[in-house]
Structure formats: structure tokens, C-alpha cells
């Protein structure tokens, strides 16, 4: 979902005729929020509820836990959440930006323990997309978030 989130930043701003580094960071800041955390963790959340068994094979967890429905149905607020973020700006992006932050750096920290404890290789526990998606993406939105908030000043 970054992916086309960075697809369609680079198309909205190409179209923009007025560009302003506050404007680009608006932009940048609301397809992140939509495409990346909205659809990306509907979509995560709907995998962990209604294929639970695959999904957590290819994290390389147990299938059968009642916890898994728990994460998918969090997913899924977070992602309802970060779509609502294209109706509703300022503090509410905030307060998306804090809780997905903390649910997904939490996940994070599972996933690095899941690999001390029991060497978890899985690419969906410890790959390049989980660092992306629960690591990179909360720190960068915190970090354009900070920059919008100054832009805006």
C-alpha cells in the first residue's frame, strides 16, 4: 500500500498547479493516512479475521489463537480511521497518527521478539515489509506530522 500511496502523492502533486512545501506535506500526510494506514491495515485487518490460519503462517505463528481475531478486528478500526482521515484534518490526524503509531511500533516489538525468542525468519514476522509498514511508516508520519504542524505556523 506505500507503494501506491507514493504513486498517487507523485500524481496529485505533479497535477497541483500551486506547490508549496506545506501543500506537498498536506498531501504526502493524507494518502500515507488513507492508502497506507487506511486501506493497508482494513486489508491486514481483514486477512487476520477472515483467513486467520494462512495469515499466521505466513508471519510464522501458530494458527488457532482467539488473540489473532483481536489484532485483525484492531486492524480494522485503525484502518477505518485512517480513511475517515480524508474527512476529517488537523487533530483528528493527530490522534490517527499517535494510535496507529503505538499499535503498530507495539507490533514491531513483537515481531523482534517473536525472532530473539524463537528465531522467526517469516517474512511477513521480521521482512522488509513488516519494517516498512510497523517501523518506518509511524516515525515518518510523526516526523511529517511535526513538519506540517511547523509549515502551518
Known sequence: MLTVALLAIIIHV???KQRSAKKIVEITLLYLLVISVGAGALISGFMHVFNGPATAKIIGWQPGSPFQYEVGVADMAFGLIGVLCIFFRGS???AAIIANGVFLLGCMIGHFRSLAESGNL???NIGPNIIIADLILPLLLIGLYI???KLRN
Do not use: D, E, P
Open 92 to 94: 483528528f490526524w493527530l
Open 147 to 149: 513538519v506540517y504542524q
Open 14 to 16: 505533479a497535477l497541483i
Open 122 to 124: 517469516a517474512a511477513y
